[in-house]
């Protein structure tokens, strides 16, 4: 017959964790000889240390890179977009003056009927001044580069009633338009 525990191990549910001072070896015939040295030995164990030591010998897992990876990334993600509606806030407020000609200003027929008449004038005055407007990162940056190059700058605003439409002013700064998306 194979030995079995007795005492706490051989009664203590799998999640319990056994107190190996209190383990007895037994066999038919009796306990065996090294049963207390055995007893007394796994008692002195510090069991800390010695997963310790052998979580240092571990590899590291590569996921737990990739983690920190993915976190650095969206702190510094965060902090673009910060500093991104910093630069929109400063610009919306301390600009009163235009940063570049509007050239001809005309309207489409849709932005005609489904805008007012003062939609449209605060949307070009914001447009002039380098507020961009409801359009995104990429996009600001965009206007940005392109006001800096001479290159064609597109806003985006909502009308009073909801409406979404966009101002346009062409790369040589000769006309601009008031028009919705769906007439692009």
Same mark, same amino acid.
């Given at each position: 017959?194979?030995?079995?525990?007795?005492?706490?191990?051989?009664?203590?549910?799998?999640?319990?964790?056994?107190?190996?001072?209190?383990?007895?070896?037994?066999?038919?015939?009796?306990?065996?000889?090294?049963?207390?040295?055995?007893?007394?030995?796994?008692?002195?164990?510090?069991?800390?240390?010695?997963?310790?030591?052998?979580?240092?010998?571990?590899?590291?897992?590569?996921?737990? !890179?990739?983690?920190?990876?993915? =976190?650095? #990334?969206? *702190?510094?993600? +965060?902090?673009? &977009?910060?500093?991104?509606?910093?630069?929109?806030?400063?610009?919306?407020?301390?600009?009163?003056?235009?940063?570049?000609?509007?050239?001809?200003?005309?309207?489409?027929?849709?932005?005609?009927?489904?805008?007012?008449?003062?939609?449209?004038?605060?949307?070009?005055?914001?447009?002039?001044?380098?507020?961009?407007?409801?359009? !995104?990162?990429?996009?600001?940056? =965009?206007? #940005?580069? *392109?006001?800096? +190059?001479?290159? &064609?700058?597109?806003?985006?605003?909502?009308?009073?009633?909801?409406?979404?439409?966009?101002?346009?002013?062409?790369?040589?700064?000769?006309?601009?338009?008031?028009?919705?998306?769906?007439?692009?």
């Amino acid at each position: 017959m194979a030995p079995r525990a007795l005492g706490p191990a051989a009664s203590a549910p799998a999640s319990r964790s056994c107190s190996y001072s209190r383990l007895a070896v037994v066999t038919q015939t009796g306990p065996l000889p090294f049963s207390d040295l055995l007893s007394a030995t796994l008692s002195e164990v510090d069991w800390h240390e010695i997963a310790g030591a052998f979580l240092e010998d571990v590899e590291p897992n590569p996921n737990d !890179d990739d983690d920190q990876a993915e =976190e650095d #990334e969206n *702190s510094e993600e +965060e902090q673009r &977009r910060e500093a991104f509606e910093q630069e929109k806030r400063e610009r919306t407020r301390s600009r009163k003056e235009p940063l570049f000609e509007l050239g001809q200003v005309v309207s489409t027929p849709g932005a005609l009927e489904a805008l007012t008449r003062e939609d449209i004038g605060k949307a070009l005055a914001r447009h002039h001044r380098g507020d961009w407007g409801e359009v !995104d990162r990429h996009d600001w940056q =965009e206007n #940005e580069t *392109s006001l800096r +190059e001479g290159f &064609r700058l597109l806003s985006a605003y909502q009308g009073t009633n909801g409406t979404k439409f966009w101002v346009i002013t062409e790369a040589d700064r000769t006309a601009t338009t008031v028009l919705l998306p769906s007439e692009y």
